[in-house]
């Protein structure tokens, strides 16, 4: 069978690519292969999570190159490597609407809270855990969904509650959601995604 060939896009740490990466080690994505990581930033961990598994990183730097021509080489890059499936785990760069708009339900992204709660512009990272705190949620989570042009306003394919402790601050909330959510959810929805990919071709 052909394998559904995937690019990671990453920020930061890469605790989420680590978990996808862990996924395909243990035979939990049999339907897809990690065969890309990108970085929109320059020496993040994930870049050597990526090449401690033997998978090829590549940085292209958002920042310097500009909007345009870093999705001028991403969309090359992606074609070079005959990708069929962009995952976002914690990549933290906008991509426009024609970008976006070229994949359809071919890029999947993880967010940390229950969409339609806590999401949308200027919801990332930490800020989401401290908006949910603030306004005094007893349950959060994690949510996959397709990326459309709209800011975690896609189709929702996977989503899992956490139940917030009483007195955790938002760093420990954090890591609570991607332990009991986002580490398992992101690799599931992957698998999801590639096997219906692998169907569709093989059906033409
Ligand atoms: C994760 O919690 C992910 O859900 C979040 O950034 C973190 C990245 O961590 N993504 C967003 O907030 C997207 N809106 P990681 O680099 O360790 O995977």
Redesign the pocket.
Known sequence: MLKARIAVF??????????LLDAEKEGKLPSGEIALVVSNKPD?Y?LERASAAGVEGVVLHKKILGQEAFEKQLIALLEEKKIDLIV?????AILSEDFVKRYPRRII????SLIPSF?GDG???L??HEEALKKGVKVTG?TVHFVNEIT?GGEILLQKAVNIPEGIDASGL?KL??EEA?WLLLPAAAEQVSREIVRKRNET
Do not use: K
């Open positions: 990453v920020s930061g740490g890469g605790t989420n690519l680590q978990a993040v994930a976002l785990a914690g990549f933290l992204n993880i967010h940390p999401c919801y990332y990272g800020r989401v994690a975690d954090q959601v991607m986002e």
